[in-house]
């Protein structure tokens, strides 16, 4: 069973950063696309940075310019770089993956990993 594993998240003050990673457990063929999404406390989960086949990356306009979304192919791993971190930023962050299993590609979520930043 093909599981995503997240790790990296904790405590910050506002201003610092953390790094979160986000690996694909298993057999996999390759990583297809990977987007970081993250559900704030008593609100919807939103979408926060996307990476593509080739590795374009995009944001959100709140986290443009401070959050980085990167991939290491060979390791199936998709990082998630927080920077300048501000107490809105609070949440459980999700990695999602588009993955190829077998020929076939499939959907998978992470776990969830919680950020909170301090003011």
């Known amino acids: 069973q093909v599981q995503l594993v997240e790790s990296g998240g904790g405590l910050v003050q506002a201003g610092g950063s953390l790094r979160l990673s986000c690996t694909a457990s298993g057999s996999i063929n390759s990583i297809n696309v990977a987007s970081w999404f993250r559900q704030p406390p008593g609100k919807q989960r939103e979408w926060v940075a996307g990476s593509s086949l080739s590795g374009t990356a995009n944001y959100a306009d709140s986290v443009k310019g401070r959050f980085t979304i990167s991939r290491d192919n060979p390791k199936n791993t998709i990082y998630l770089q927080m920077d300048s971190l501000k107490p809105e930023d609070t949440a459980v962050y999700y990695c999602?993956?588009?993955?190829?299993?077998?020929?076939?590609?499939?959907?998978?979520w992470g776990q969830g990993t919680q950020v909170t930043v301090s003011s």
């Open positions: 999602y993956m588009v993955i190829s299993v077998s020929g076939s590609f499939r959907s998978q």
